[in-house]
């Protein structure tokens, strides 16, 4: 059995003699675990007091900035900036993983069927998530986000459906050009189901980019979120949101007052750029033709 000091030395040789995309999602997933390890303890080191209660005012509200008392300062309002920070990570990941897993479960069943079957379905299918496709990601979702309104599953909603047609069109696309496979027909001539070819034969052949996406999808879905909290869209005001916090940061900057829009805004910065550099690297695993 490898012992952890002999798998280190083979990790770094594996790490200096990699491809620089693959040395940058190894980056990418130490930040990706660094900000779920943060949303996961954050609760329990408020539990044991060791993080101001974020949506609690202090006793006295002060503006401080960054020190030995208050890391990251305080906001006019009195709330601790370091605590809305990691807090705001949970509330970010929340939203994130359950838009870009409903876009997923909604998406990939479609294109299966559209690609497979074709017809009549596939030219409907595949004209209304042009549509939707055509809309920019942003506007369609504040749009939606007045019509569900605000809360967790509610700002998912609003987020998953433009990601929906991406799913769809890589899917769709690689089942349509499987479904002639030789394998294919032979199931066919087996008397296998429709069903069970999608999900026995095919789901596994035309899956393997949806991870890229998926990541991919949730660094942009992260900048969307906290661009529907700066327009007061998305979660409650009283939710510690990076968008919302930059959006009453806004006022304060003028008067020198920086520490309470840096902070958020650089975890939502640091946080899309892990994701982006994973669905990265991931790509080129997935791809290896595309590499330089």
Do not use: C
């Not at 009195?78 to 990941?93: C, E, H, K, P």
Request: hydrophobic share 50%; glycine share 8%.
């Amino acid at each position: 059995m490898t012992s952890p000091k002999q798998s280190l030395p083979r990790f770094l040789n594996f790490y200096e003699h990699s491809s620089l995309s693959i040395q940058l999602m190894v980056v990418g997933v130490v930040i990706t675990i660094f900000f779920v390890s943060v949303a996961i303890i954050a609760p329990s080191l408020q539990t044991w007091g060791w993080l101001q209660n974020p949506i609690e005012s202090l006793s006295n509200p002060i503006l401080e900035p960054p020190g030995i008392r208050y890391w990251f300062g305080t906001t006019r309002q009195g709330y601790d900036v370091f605590s809305r920070t990691l807090f705001g990570t949970q509330a970010a990941l929340q939203v994130v993983i359950l838009a870009t897993s409903l876009s997923l479960i909604i998406g990939v069943p479609l294109g299966l069927v559209s690609g497979y079957i074709g017809g009549k379905l596939d030219r409907v299918l595949l004209f209304l998530m042009d549509t939707i496709y055509t809309l920019p990601g942003l506007l369609l979702s504040v749009t939606l986000a007045f019509v569900v309104g605000r809360g967790v599953l509610n700002a998912a909603i609003a987020l998953s459906i433009s990601y929906v047609p991406q799913y769809y069109r890589v899917v769709r696309n690689h089942t349509a050009s499987v479904k002639n496979e030789l394998f294919i027909e032979a199931a066919q001539a087996m008397g296998a189901s429709t069903p069970r070819i999608l999900s026995r034969y095919l789901f596994f052949n035309v899956i393997g980019s949806v991870p890229v996406l998926f990541t991919l999808n949730a660094a942009d879905a992260i900048l969307i979120l906290g661009s529907l909290g700066f327009l007061g869209l998305g979660l409650p005001e009283e939710t510690p949101e990076w968008g919302h916090d930059l959006r009453q940061a806004l006022d304060a900057l003028p008067t020198g007052v920086w520490w309470t829009a840096l902070f958020p805004g650089l975890a939502m910065t640091m946080m899309v750029v892990g994701l982006s550099l994973v669905g990265e690297g991931l790509s080129e695993l997935i791809n290896p033709r595309e590499r330089n």
